[in-house]
C-alpha cells in the first residue's frame, strides 16, 4: 500500500514527529511504500488566497498545490499526523486541507450536489492531545465528524483509522513509546 503522511508539527523532537518517524521506518521495513509531507519543513503556504481563487479561474493550479495534489493522486492511504491545538487541527494543516483539497481535485459540484472525487482511497488521523481520552470522548467525537464526514467522506476518501494519543506531556516515556508501538501495529494490520 503507498501510505501519504502529513506531518503538522513544528517541533522535530515532539511526540507526533517521533510518531511519525518510527512509523515511516516500520512500515518502510514491512514493504509498504510510505512519503512524508512535513508542512513545516516544506515551508507549506497555507493561505488559501485571492491570488488563487483567480489561478483557479483561469483553470491554473499554483504550482505549490499542484505539487501536493501530485502526493494526493500517489497515495493509496493518506494520514494527517499533528498535535490536538484548540479541539482541532493545527492552522497549518486547516490550510494545506482548503488549498490542496480544492474543486476540481477533491470534489465537485454536480446536479444532484456534491461529488467527491478521490475514491477509492483510504483516511486515518493519528492525533496527540494534552487531555487524557478518558476525559476527551466528546472532543473526539467532534474531531471524527469533521475528518471522518466533512473532509474525507465529502471527498470520496473513506474513512479508516482515527487515532488519539491522550496525555501526552503527562505521560511517561514508556507510556508513550506504547503510544507509538499501537499507531505501527495499526497500521500494520
Ligand atoms: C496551541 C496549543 C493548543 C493546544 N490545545 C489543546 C487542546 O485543545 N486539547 C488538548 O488536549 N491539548 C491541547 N494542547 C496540548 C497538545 O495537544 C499536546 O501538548 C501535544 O499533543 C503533545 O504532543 P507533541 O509532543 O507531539 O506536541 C495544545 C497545545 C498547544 C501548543
Known amino acids: 500500500m503507498k501510505h501519504l503522511i502529513i506531518l503538522a508539527h513544528p517541533n522535530p523532537a515532539s511526540f507526533c514527529s517521533s510518531l511519525v518517524k518510527a512509523l515511516q521506518e516500520h512500515l518502510a521495513e514491512a514493504g509498504h511504500e510510505i512519503q512524508i509531507r512535513n508542512l513545516y519543513g516544506i515551508g507549506f503556504d497555507p493561505v488559501l488566497s ?3 481563487f483567480s489561478s483557479f479561474a483561469d483553470s ?3 504550482d505549490d498545490i499542484a505539487a501536493e ?3 494526493i493522486t500517489w497515495a493509496d492511504h493518506i494520514v494527517f499526523a499533528y498535535p490536538v491545538w484548540w479541539g482541532g487541527m493545527p492552522a497549518v494543516l ?3 486541507i482548503d488549498r490542496v483539497f480544492a474543486e ?3 470534489y465537485e459540484y454536480t446536479s444532484g450536489g456534491a461529488k467527491g472525487l478521490l475514491s477509492p482511497r483510504k483516511g486515518s488521523t493519528v492525533c496527540s492531545t494534552g487531555e487524557y481520552s478518558e476525559k476527551y470522548g466528546t472532543v473526539h467525537n467532534a474531531m471524527n465528524l469533521i475528518s471522518g464526514e466533512v473532509i474525507f ?3 470520496g476518501i473513506e474513512p479508516y483509522k482515527q487515532l488519539f494519543y491522550g496525555g501526552v506531556p503527562s505521560v511517561s516515556d514508556e507510556v508513550r513509546k506504547s503510544y507509538i508501538q ?3 501495529e495499526e497500521f500494520s494490520k
Open 60 to 62: 491554473k493550479i499554483p
Open 94 to 96: 486547516k490550510g494545506y
Open 104 to 106: 476540481g481535485f477533491a
Open 69 to 71: 495534489q501530485e502526493y
Open 182 to 184: 499501537n499507531a505501527i
Open 153 to 155: 467522506r465529502f471527498t
Open 50 to 52: 485571492a491570488a488563487d
